[in-house]
């Protein structure tokens, strides 16, 4: 039996850390994207625990009467145990060696064996359509797993939200799909 999986990274934010909301605009994108979503037959909704992610999913799973499982495996990555200048700089050289580690960081190896955790278990655990709420650096890291065509550069290019359907048959990936986010009709 196939299942889609929907890697989803959240609506635009305030911040970074764990307790950044959704900003205005992210608020809407929020409500587009349950528009978006609104027609799959979701049995499965999972989010990481910081809350632009949660806020991200909450109009969608109230517009299907799901709860949201969280996921700490859907955390961000963590880059650096402090603020460093050169972040991005540093977060390529972690695309391109998956070992490579900023100290108090993790490893583009280690955050990837965590989301592919996840994933596994949502494939499981989902009947036929599983969402899950993450961040750009930790989605990007997953579509890598299964396509290495996913890299640095479409990392730069995500935009908040961003949407990809994974569709396995058992557990060998068989399509990774990008989603258009429905346009806001009043815009």
Known sequence: MKK???LVRHCQATGQEPTASLTRE????????AQTLESIPFDRLYSSPYRRAVQSVEPLALQLDESITLDERLEERRLSGKQIENWLEELEK???D??????????SQEATCRGIASISDAIRDTKEHGLLMTHGNLLTLILQHFDSTFD????????NPEIYCLTFQRDEIQSIEKVALKKDPLT
């Open 98 to 107: 998956h070992s490579y580690t900023i100290p108090g960081g993790e490893s």
């Open 94 to 96: 972690t695309f391109n």
């Open 4 to 6: 889609k999986i929907y």
């Open 152 to 159: 640095f550069n479409t990392w730069k290019a995500l935009r």
């Open 26 to 33: 992210g608020r809407n994108q929020s409500i587009q994207l």
